[in-house]
């Protein structure tokens, strides 16, 4: 089992979909890295020999922010929203959906469970 970036990808999968098991890299980023290292998408995991995964790894950590450092900076970034009070960070802290959508019904996931109010 290759393990990149902190994440043991399964072994089984090509290695275009197992990559982006890990934080940060999507589909997309996972076949421009395929690209930049020279790995032929049809690969499996455990085909992959030791050179290549350490090719991968080295790229990724040069060239892409993942995982750890990622997670950091979002809530770092909403961490920030929320300290200088803007709209977004209000919503972030009050728990309520950030993006514009409607709370009147729906909004559930952000909001919990329901609160009846006013019932006699």
């Known amino acids: 089992m290759a393990r ?18 890990v934080y940060g890299i999507g589909l997309t980023t996972s076949r421009k890295i395929l690209d930049a ?7 499996r995991v455990y085909e992959l020999t030791e050179d290549e995964v350490a090719a ?19 809530a770092m970034d909403i961490k920030a929203l929320m300290d200088i009070g803007c709209y977004r960070g209000l919503r ?3 728990g309520l959906p950030v993006r514009g959508q409607r709370t009147k019904t729906n909004a559930r996931t952000r909001k919990g469970k329901k609160k009846t109010v006013g019932a006699k």
């Open 56 to 74: 991968i790894n080295k790229h990724i950590r040069e060239n892409y922010m993942v995982e750890g450092d990622l997670r950091r900076k979002v």
């Open 4 to 21: 990149i970036a902190g994440v043991d990808l399964p072994k089984n999968k090509r290695i275009e979909y197992a990559l982006p098991y």
């Open 37 to 43: 290292v020279g790995i032929s998408y049809d690969k």
């Open 92 to 94: 972030h802290r009050r």
